[in-house]
Structure formats: structure tokens, C-alpha cells
């Protein structure tokens, strides 16, 4: 139950030691190589012959400033329509990247820069164990964490996805959202109304039917 990885190397800016840990893990690379560098070291080429058609090559034509990076948020914008419940990583030093990310992050696109393959194995685990996750189980999370702040709950369908996929660190897959969002309607808990969302939760429905037992309490002789 997992989309697509892909995993976008920065090669003029950093070389990454051992690649080959991804494999076996559904990775797909893509190294860009800049113009000017002719040569690919014999030992990462050899690490990452494991791979087979999971990686590929992709070298700039011509000489500019940030041409490399340029091509890399090209392949990232174009591959995340394609496949929107992929994840990306860029592996590079290049804080450059970060706004981008920022605002893909916003559209809805998982994407995140690294520096090591350390960093991508740890997020995967996160993820793995995230997705092996029930609907009842993310459904139950995300409405103890709404029942904490009813002054601050998503009031559309959009922010409420959002506030869903947020609270899981952005790793839902795209149907995991949908089931839990499904689930939440068929429990009664989050209704569409008008464009805007009602909420209603057991805890605060017997709150406000509870008996004033003040004045229940009193006896007979009690003044009034």
C-alpha cells in the first residue's frame, strides 16, 4: 500500500555514500549530472547497477548557474502531477531547493531534501509504519485530536484534509485520506453542511445534556 519513491540525487553537489542501502525498497533514482562532469566514480557505479531500470542517468545540456537545479525541480514538478501519491527526496547540500519544497508541500506534494541515505531510510520507516496503519486506527487519532481543540477545527472539506495529513507528518497516502475522511462521515463525527463542517462528538453531546445536578441535589428543605 505505498506510491511511488523516487529519489533525485544533486551529483555536482554532493556524491552520496551508499546508495545501494535503498534497494530492495521500491526506489527509483534519478542522478543529475552536470555538463561539465564527464566522469561518474567506479564505485558508485558499481553500487548502483543494482538498481537496473529503477535508475537512470540524466546529464544537462549546456552551461549556466543552477542549470542542474533547474532540471531537478523540472522532473519534480512534472513527475508529482503525474503521480501525485508519490514521495520525493532530493539529495543535496543545496538549501536553495528548500522554498520550492515549501510550496509543493503546501499543494499537497511529499517532498523533502536530505543530505544523506541515512535520512531517506529513516523517513521510509516512518512512513512504512504509517501506512500499515487500519482506517479505524488513523480514524480514532485524528478524532481524539480534534475532540482537543474545538476552537481551532478545520471548517472545509480542503482544511480538513490538510489537518488529516498534517497530524500523520504529511505520509498518508492520497486513499488513506479519502477512507479517513469517509469514516469520519459515517460515524456522525464531521458533516458537510452548507459548504462548512459540523462537528459533533459524543463527550461534548452528554455535556450538554447532562442534568443540572445542583439543582437536583437540593432537598426538600433547601432554600430557594
Sequence with gaps: MTGAKYVLVDFENIQPANLDKLRDRGFTLRIFVGSAQERVPLKIVNSLQVFGTSLEYIQTCGIGP???????????????????????????????????????????????RVTSTDDILHDHAMT??????????????????????????????????????????????????????LELQLRGVALEVDGKLQYQFSSETETRSAPDRTSNERGPDAPH
Excluded: M, W
Excluded at 533547474?70 to 503521480?83: C, D, K, M
Excluded at 501506512?131 to 485530536?145: A, G, I, M, Q, Y
Design 66 to 112: 543552477n542549470a542542474l537545479d533547474f532540471y531537478i525541480a523540472y522532473f519534480l514538478g512534472r513527475q508529482s502531477t503525474e503521480t501525485p501519491d508519490a514521495r520525493f527526496f532530493i539529495i543535496s547540500r543545496d538549501t536553495g531547493f528548500d522554498p520550492l519544497l515549501q510550496h509543493l508541500r503546501s499543494q499537497g506534494v511529499t517532498c523533502r
Design 128 to 181: 512504512e509504519a504509517v501506512h500499515l496503519l487500519s482506517t479505524r486506527e488513523l480514524t480514532n487519532r485524528v478524532v481524539d485530536d480534534l475532540e482537543k481543540r474545538p476552537k481551532t477545527r478545520p471548517r472545509t472539506v480542503a482544511t480538513l484534509r490538510r489537518a488529516v495529513n498534517a497530524l500523520f507528518q504529511k505520509k498518508l497516502l492520497v486513499k488513506q485520506i479519502d477512507d479517513v475522511l
